[in-house]
Nanobody
Framework: QVQLVESGGGLVEPGGSLRLSCAAS????????MAWFRQATGKEREFVAA????????YSADSVKGRFAISGNSAKNTVYLQMNSLKSDDTAVYFC??????????????????WGQGTQVTVSS
């Protein structure tokens, strides 16, 4: 049974930083891909960043490039999302996802089979 457990969310002021973690069990990170998606209230779930092939490939949404960075630790089977220069528009529930996405589905929720429960990130002064 695959389990993804996110942590690290919270309340932060604009311009601040947070690091999210996603620990996977029952899924081998080095053999597939993992990603972060987010969903703001009243909006659809959107792609944030993805990593696969033992951290050799990373992808980010244009809206977070230069501010967010995804990384992975194969030994710990954990993926991280370092979020810097946070804005109010980044407020959302952030979900960790895992699976075996093909290139064309890397940025789509449908490309991932397993999901975490989500962690709230609120950017507000």
């Amino acid at each position: 049974q695959v389990q993804l457990v996110e942590s690290g969310g919270g309340l932060v002021e604009p311009g601040g930083s947070l690091r999210l973690s996603c620990a996977a069990s029952g899924f081998t990170f080095s053999g597939g891909g993992m990603a972060w998606f987010r969903q703001a209230t009243g909006k659809e779930r959107e792609f944030v960043a993805a990593i696969r092939r033992s951290s050799t490939e990373t992808y980010s949404a244009d809206s977070v490039k230069g501010r967010f960075a995804i990384s992975g630790n194969s030994a710990k089977n954990t993926v991280y999302l370092q979020m810097n220069s946070l804005k109010s528009d980044d407020t959302a529930v952030y979900f960790c996802a895992a699976g075996y996405p093909i290139s064309s589905s890397l940025r789509s929720p449908g490309g991932y089979r397993y999901w975490g429960q989500g962690t709230q990130v609120t950017v507000s002064s």
